[in-house]
């Protein structure tokens, strides 16, 4: 008899280890999946971001080049433009890659009158634009939001709209 109590007690002993085994492992097996869950979900988040910016930048794109000749027209002939539309202008010249010495209004007034400043914009391909230069035209459009830019120049809103997305991280 003692000697079956033995036996139960080392069969109890050896199911208690296996047990905590057991639980060990799925504790284990459920941090590992609600990590990878997490991550998956911050992939999905960021994937979503992205999707986000990209059609912003299309559709900012798509406004841009279908701007009237006389909204840029309006833009080209100010004598002395508000703030917002020679930053949100420079800007724009910072994201198509342009020298310092051309970060001025007098370059984006030559821009807008010969070359298509909207279109060259708008079909640019924005992947390739590194990021110092967006951070660069950030610092010029973070001062302003689109409806105060829009209040000055509806063209002007949309280089903002255009180069605010592009910009953006």
């Known amino acids: 008899m003692i000697r079956y109590i033995r036996n139960i007690e080392h ?9 905590e085994i057991l639980i060990g492992t799925w504790k284990k097996f459920i941090v590992l999946t609600n990590e990878r869950y997490s991550y998956m979900m911050a992939e999905n988040k960021q994937k979503i971001i992205e999707d986000d910016r990209i059609s912003m930048i299309t ?6 080049k279908d701007l009237k000749k006389a909204d840029i027209t309006e ?59 967006r ?22 809103a949309a280089f903002y709209q255009w180069a605010h997305a592009v910009a953006s991280e």
Not at 11 to 19: A, K, Q, R
Not at 59 to 64: I, K, Q
Not at 135 to 156: D, G, H, I, P
Request: aromatic share 8%; charged share 25%; glycine share 4%.
């Open 59 to 64: 559709e900012a794109s798509l406004v841009l």
């Open 135 to 156: 951070r660069e035209a950030m610092t010029y459009l973070s001062k302003y939001t689109y409806e105060q830019v829009k209040n000055c120049s509806m063209a002007a």
């Open 75 to 133: 833009v080209k002939a100010y004598a002395a433009p508000p703030a917002g539309v020679i930053d949100v202008l420079i800007a724009t010249i910072i994201l198509l890659g342009r020298p310092k010495s051309e970060q001025t209004w007098k370059f984006a007034q030559r821009e807008l009158s010969s070359a298509g400043l909207n279109k060259k914009a708008a079909e640019i391909d924005y992947e390739k634009i590194p990021i110092e230069r």
């Open 11 to 19: 069969i109890s002993l050896f199911t208690i280890n296996v047990i």
